[in-house]
């Protein structure tokens, strides 16, 4: 199956969010972070399903202190992973991350 990576606005929100408050004491160590959390991303097109399924078709991967939350949507031979949001694993998670 062929699939695609696609990052939601809050995700991408999120993202920018943790790179920018890293960025305040350290910009190389936010650099690193935001690459990693985009490499574990990644590797969803290899192995989509390697997160835990939360509930409603929402999985999380851990990655480092910070969870991802993504789905992946099938389309007959093709999907997509959208990834929901990327939330430090210390915050509270939102009820609706599924809708």
Do not use: W
Not at 13 to 34: E, K, T
């Amino acid at each position: 199956m062929a699939l695609s990576l696609k990052f939601t606005a809050p995700a991408r929100s999120d993202l920018v969010g943790i790179v920018d408050y890293i960025s305040r004491d350290n910009s190389p160590a936010a650099r690193r972070v935001y690459e990693e959390i985009r490499s574990h991303c990644a590797t969803l097109i290899e192995a989509p399903e390697i997160g835990v399924e939360t509930a409603k078709g929402v999985r999380r991967l851990v990655v480092g202190a910070y969870l991802v939350f993504y789905r992946l949507r099938r389309r007959g031979t093709a999907g997509d992973i959208e990834i929901l949001r990327v939330i430090h694993g210390a915050r509270q998670i939102p009820r609706n991350l599924g809708s």
